[in-house]
């Protein structure tokens, strides 16, 4: 059984791979254009940690956070979110694809349709962002008062890969849900938009209520905020244990299995209304 | 007067369109409050450390996040509206069946993304402008009069951000893959509309700069006049005079490009 | 029932008292809602036999693509049983598309900008197809199909019929079983169709492909199946030979004729009558059997006649007469 569960995922990574390089062949046809929108993409997204730097120039800190340590807020959440973009960004697209119809396309193929939407229209331009959000991080970790080691290194690494997870399954989940609800596409940009904008600042900034809803409802927290208070040597405003600090790989495997199942019902439910 | 008529059924035919996406539209409602909010307490946490930072004072920081969520959809400040449509259209070459029509290409878009505006405008803002009203302290206006102002001023915001993504969507003639246009549009249009931080508190130099260019026509200003910042008839005068001006500007050159690429289409053979 | 599963050959497309319900909700004030059930597929019977061409007919909105769905293990079915080549296609739905392949008219599954070899390719890789039987495959279809020279060009270059072919060669490299073919001629030239058509009569003969076609050209099943099976309603209405239908139908085909200016309704044409007009345009009925020859030059003897096209029977129309009768 294992195995089998195993050798499915092979074959779903295996043919995620195939399609992916369909696509971008497909964006190859198109090479000038293709050059153009990455550098147009690499230097727009700097205009998003523009209006940080901006608000920088009036102030010292934003809730109590300095420059750096919101650069690394930044960095963090916009990295791990390019991450789910670039390879899970083509979720908001099933509402569309139910109605009409080229869903029914991909379930009659033998790929699972999971590794289909997820490969489906593949852009490397993405990598503009994730680009950004990695020259804003490198910057903030050396401007950071942090003691470097192997152990806050690899803090950092996990969060990233945490991160990419959580909102890769915020993806999922908000296209399973169009399953449902074919036009509501845009209540996922609420939490993936939304989400990657509010990590992007310090959580002292936002509501005691609102923290706690990004912390157990939506577990967007640990995506980055968790454990870089951690990092930074900051006081927790909800005042949970010290162990929540390194929770972010059991909570992204925990919304891994919820994705999953969702998903799954999801795509039961169309197959039994097909709309 | 057949053609003002019949640009009128247009725009009355983008409403309807839009007007039936229910589930569409409390989706886009419930986004734009999540986002007031988040944005919202940042800028208490910014207009904390300084007060009257850009010449607001608190309560008008977050009715401009209010207003700033409000016309979203309606001024199409993330792009969209007609502009998918229209670049599917020159993609695959079905524009050139639209310009063998009777009737003007950029006016029959103008109208009908009016419409789609009007629509957004009532279903799409008036919910998060209620809901922020009641979670924070606004700074509305009781005149009736500055919301009447305010209004026209929306609309002259509307036709400056469909001239603009207008002029982008015609890229699309050149550049086979558009997909990336559109996110630059986008990005454009969020940042130097005030979207994501009031235009009059950008400093120095780019200050001036921004609030001089054609996005500051599609939420600043409107906002401005809302919060009672353009008043007066020489403030109110300004304001209308800069989205007019840029409004004419802007459909010239859109007028301009169309005609290029529309030789370009008849060269191809479509 | 027994648990045992064979392939029976009689039975290889085998439905028995299929039904598919739909719940709709509808807004009926501010917030209530009323739901009622919409019977889609209404208890259908059918098997098909290893190596049949079945026609697969009945107007839009019928039921027609519910039951292609539930076939093709789309949808799961509210009622009845479902067999195809042995399987239960809702169950084993990922076993299944293996052995399927389907062709849509109106909706290409090729990759628009890269060469249309690269689409294949891709098959291969999705279908894990064997180098040597892939290569067969591709050999054959591009002979018969006659795409020789097509295979690097970008499909966004090819014309609707290369298209088609390309298309239906994509729904065969993997040596399906079952061909599910939706409005495959549809919007094509003449010779384009007549190769599509000449292809598939082949393809059933030699590979022995069992092929389920759904159109709306009536020539189309003339030319390629002896069965047809009419849905309208969610209910059978007819399973038989073509002839049988043509009986029950009694078709007609339309000559639509162009005068110089607006007239009366044409008369005094033998073996046709007149059934509609519009402007200078109308409409003569006459049966699908006789020749048209001899209606034309009536018609340019006493009209003044600027254009004439000849509509074959529509499906529609042959159902419709099967309800008027």
Known sequence: ?275 | MRLPRLYFAVAGSGFRRYATYRMATAAGVFTNTIFGFILAYTFIALWNERPQLGGYDQSQALTFVWIGQALLASAALMGGGFQDEFQERIRTGDVAIDLYRPIDLQMWWLASDLGRAAFHLVGRGVVPLVVGAFAFELALPGSLLVWALFLLSVFLGVVVSFALRYLFALCGFWLLDASGLGALSMLLSLFFSGMMLPLNVFPGALGEIVRWLPWAATLQVPADVLLGVRQGGAGIAGAFGFQSVWALVLLGCGRLLQKVATRRVVVQGG | MTGEESVDDDGFIDVRELEKVFTVRRRSGFLRRTTSEVRAVDGISFAVPRGEMVGFIGPNGAGKSTTIKMLTGILTPSGGRLRVAGVDPWKERTQLVRRIGVVFGQRTTLWWDLPLRDSYALVKRMYRIPEARYRANLERCVELLELDGLLEVPVRQLSLGQRMRGDITAALLHDPDVLYLDEPTIGLDVISKARVREFLLNLNAEMGTTVLLTTHDLSDIEYLCKRVVVIDHGRLMYDGVLAGLHEVGSSERTLVVDLEREMPPIEGVHGARTVRTEGPRQWLAFPAAASAAPLVSQVAAGYPLVDLSIREPDIEDVIARMYAR
């Open chain 1, 1 to 275: 059984m294992a195995e089998g569960v195993l050798a499915r995922a092979a074959w779903g990574l295996r043919a995620y791979g195939f399609i992916v390089a369909m696509w971008v062949r497909s964006t190859m046809a198109y090479r000038a254009s293709f050059a153009i929108m990455l550098a147009v993409s690499f230097a727009t997204t700097f205009l998003d940690f523009a209006a940080i730097m901006i608000m920088f120039s009036h102030v010292e800190a934003l809730g109590g956070f300095s420059l750096p340590e919101v650069a690394f807020l930044y960095g963090t959440s916009s990295v791990a979110f390019g991450l789910a973009d670039l390879f899970l960004g083509q979720f908001e697209r099933i509402g569309g694809r139910v109605r009409d119809g080229t869903m029914d396309l991909l379930l009659m193929r033998p790929v699972p349709v999971l590794v289909q939407v997820a490969a489906d229209r593949f852009a490397l331009r993405r990598l503009g962002r994730i680009s950004q959000g990695a020259m804003v991080l490198t910057w903030s970790l050396f401007q950071l008062d942090v003691d470097w080691n192997v152990g806050s290194a690899l803090m950092v690494l996990v969060m990233i890969v945490s991160g990419g997870c959580i909102f890769g399954c915020v993806f999922v989940l908000g296209g399973a849900f169009q399953f449902w609800a074919q036009d509501a596409s845009e209540v996922q940009n609420a939490f993936t938009y939304g989400g990657t904008t509010l990590l992007q600042y310090p959580p002292t900034v936002f509501g005691k209520d609102l923290v706690r809803g990004v912390t157990f409802v939506v577990p967007l927290a640990f995506v980055n905020w968790m454990p870089a208070l951690r990092l930074l040597g900051r006081d927790d405003p909800l005042g949970l244990p010290g162990w929540v600090d390194f929770a972010s790989p059991a909570v992204a495997l925990l919304c891994c299995v919820i994705t999953g199942l969702v998903w799954r019902a999801g795509l039961r439910a169309y197959r039994s209304t097909g709309s």
